[in-house]
């Protein structure tokens, strides 16, 4: 299936919303940006934009829950989680409404449009949120099928979106999706790559160039950072070298954070290696120079996967 990820959100929240007449709508004046244009025509009485107003809109989305409604609430991702995070730790996380953040744009994917419209700390913000759930899904087969799981879940959650435009396809149409539940897209006996996002399918490609000089990687699609999948860490990590971890966004606090956290509680662990957005505001540009920029193409994440080993 190849469409862009929010146009995958929209697409999807409209098909399920037929067998869920309770399920609520709202977007911070972002009705076309995020895929919600047939569902308001389909069903105006469960759709509201809010305009520009992210605090009111993450009221309003509680209020709804609170009064049985299974609530979608959209915006930027740079918007939703920093401009209203006093609204979403006490009314999603401390009164466990059961709202769905959606954030479209996250990562480096609005590219020109610069740092302001960067969703690079929103997974940072939301884990350190009590009881949020949060999803990262790799393509658009797995937003379709995370919009979807979502909406037969009860509890707030934050599914975010990254990349840009068409991203690669790496999942399959008929595989399960659960919630906190990674998934195995590659074996092999020396490192452990751990990925979500954009960042499965660059993860794909390296390891498929480190096997040509006889590295063999086992990558896992870890597309729920919270909570986050132990036992797949369990099962993959004995005999490994070097334990990766990769993502489009900060590295404080994001998946590698969740990873070393983990993997610092066990016993004769490999190192880990993590690699995403360090600690910086990268200069806009487009969407490739970022990822070169921050260190995330193929050939950069191969090489220090590289010259790690031989350290």
Do not use: W
Request: hydrophobic content about 40%.
């Amino acid at each position: 299936m190849m469409m862009s990820t929010r146009n995958a959100f929209g697409a999807f929240l409209t098909e399920v919303a037929a067998n869920h007449p309770e399920l609520f709508a709202l977007t911070a004046d972002f009705t076309k940006s995020t895929g919600l244009a047939k569902f308001k025509e389909q069903y105006p009485n469960q759709f509201l934009s809010t305009g520009i107003a992210e605090q009111n809109m993450i009221a309003l989305a509680s209020g709804l829950a609170s009064e049985g409604k299974n609530v979608f609430a959209s915006s930027f991702a740079s918007f939703v989680t920093t401009r209203c995070y006093e609204q979403v730790k006490v009314n999603l996380g401390y009164m466990q409404h059961n709202v769905k953040l959606v954030g479209i744009a996250s990562g480096l994917g609005v590219s020109h449009q610069g740092n302001t419209h960067f969703g690079l700390d929103d997974v940072s913000l939301m884990r350190a949120i009590p009881n949020m759930t949060i999803v990262v899904p790799s393509d658009c087969t797995e937003v379709a099928k995370a919009t979807i799981t979502l909406a037969d879940f009860e509890g707030p959650a934050y599914l975010r979106l990254v990349g840009e435009g068409f991203i690669p396809i790496v999942n399959d149409d008929d595989y399960e999706f659960v919630i906190g539940k990674g998934i195995k897209k590659r074996d092999g006996k020396d490192i452990l790559m751990i990925a979500n996002g954009t960042m499965v399918s660059q993860s794909l490609k390296v390891a498929k160039e480190l096997s040509e000089q006889g590295i063999e990687a086992t990558v896992i699609n870890m597309h729920t950072v919270k909570p986050l999948d132990t036992q797949i860490i369990d099962e993959n990590i004995e005999g490994k070298k070097l334990i990766v971890t990769i993502e489009e966004g900060q590295l404080n606090g994001g998946l590698g954070s969740a990873v070393a956290e983990y993997v610092s509680s066990l016993d004769n662990t490999p190192k880990v290696l993590r690699m995403g957005i360090h600690d910086m505001f990268p200069h806009a540009g487009s969407y490739s120079y970022l990822l070169e920029q921050c260190g995330l193409t193929a050939a950069q994440i191969k090489e220090r996967i590289i010259n790690t080993l031989n350290k």
